[in-house]
């Protein structure tokens, strides 16, 4: 099957990050069972998910991680010109559907270049790692990147995550992490604004508090021109209280996302937030002694990545594009969790990211043909 018709057949499964992936994940694993390769589920709690690895090649030390996501993000909403889940050709050189370029177009080239890793007489083995509910966290990866360690006697030694980066050599990218807020307080007459504690007060205070934090890490220097923008970024994205205009309200939620720079982490932000809420504590249960303030993690912290330019995967991948120059990228992905296995790692992949999540997503067809390079050159550097 060409990269093409591959493609064609990935993004025909509208799986979701969250929802079940066995359909798409089932296509796969019939594909490597046509060519004979030995593949591994790592499958969640309940079996409705699971990740995939597999080995092409000889048991031997090193060798080449190729790493992607099976779902994609929802289209609902979204004003698109074709079915969403038929790649669409309209003659002008780009493909269209759901997942297209974030990051089906990655697997595809994977998928399209197995038959000649296949024949290939390869000096080290190159690995497929597909992860689950990358869209929603970058959930299923730590499962993967574990079972690729235990499950093999031998170790790759580089992955390569296949977002899309026009096939440009991504050697940095921001950790994210989310959080949901909630304030208690006590509810009454609006007009007793300073005998009761209104939470929807507390809330607009302690997210001023997050945007102060934001500006004085930029203001102390604490930033990485790598990354636009250059710093820890904190944001507030939906705020949930009250009930009416005249009731104080007596909770309110908000969540907030940190995309940090590689040298500072989510966990550090959210130390110093907390220590702000239990002083806060402190002086309002004086009015209402049940005040509370409580922060839960949406989903765990995802690490960023700072791979180093004189490690040795960084060297491999520029000799395989067209396009050496390094990048960064502030949005997050997996291979922060890929390097915290222990593997180096760097992002490289066919699309741009400018596309990825909006109606009317497509990849260039040229962006495909470059992926498809880079695995034949891949190949031949490996064998």
Not at 31 to 42: A, I, N, P, W
Not at 366 to 374: C, N, R, S, T, V
Request: hydrophobic letters at 40%; aromatic letters at 6%.
């Amino acid at each position: 099957m060409t990269v093409e018709e591959i493609l064609t057949k990935l993004v025909s499964f509208p799986v979701l990050g969250g929802e079940s992936n066995l359909s798409i994940l089932s296509w796969i694993e019939e594909y490597l069972d046509k060519h004979g390769v030995e593949h591994h589920r790592v499958p969640n709690e309940d079996g409705t998910k699971a990740n995939l690895h597999c080995r092409i090649g000889s048991e031997v030390e090193g060798g080449v991680i190729l790493s992607g996501h099976m779902d994609v993000v929802p289209v609902k909403g979204q004003a698109w010109d074709t079915d969403p889940w038929v790649l669409t050709d309209k003659e002008d050189g780009k493909l269209y559907s759901r997942g297209s370029c974030d990051m089906k177009g990655f697997v595809a080239c994977c998928l399209a270049a197995l038959p000649a890793m296949l024949k290939a007489d390869l000096k080290a083995p190159i690995y497929f790692a597909f992860s689950y509910d990358e869209e929603i966290g970058c959930l299923g990866a730590p499962d993967l990147v574990k079972a690729i360690n235990v499950h093999y006697k031998v170790k790759p030694k580089f992955a390569i995550i296949g977002e899309p980066t026009m096939m440009r050599p991504v050697t940095g990218q921001k950790g994210i992490c989310i959080f949901e807020t909630t304030v208690s307080g006590s509810e009454g007459h609006s007009s007793r604004i300073k005998q009761e504690v209104s939470a929807i007060h507390e809330a607009m205070r302690l997210i001023l508090w997050l945007e102060n934090k934001m500006n004085s890490l930029i203001e102390a220097g604490r930033t990485d021109d790598r990354f636009t923008p250059n710093h820890t970024s904190i944001h507030i994205g939906m705020v949930k209280g009250g009930i009416a205009p005249n009731v104080i309200a007596q909770e309110c939620k908000f969540s907030w996302d940190v995309r940090t720079i590689p040298s500072e982490t989510p966990q550090e932000i959210k130390a110093e937030f907390d220590l702000y809420c239990r002083q806060r504590e402190a002086e309002l249960r004086k009015i209402h002694p049940d005040f509370k303030i409580s922060t839960s993690n949406v989903h765990p912290a995802v690490p960023g990545l700072n791979t180093a330019n004189d490690q040795e995967v960084v060297a491999l991948v520029k000799d395989l594009v067209r396009n050496p120059k390094l990048d960064a990228v502030s949005y997050a992905a997996e291979a922060g969790q890929f390097a915290e296995g222990g593997f180096q790692a760097v992002i490289c992949g066919p699309g741009d990211i400018a596309q990825a999540h909006r109606a009317n997503e497509f990849i260039h067809k040229d962006q495909l043909i470059q992926g498809m390079e880079f695995m034949d050159k891949l190949i031949e550097k490996l064998s």
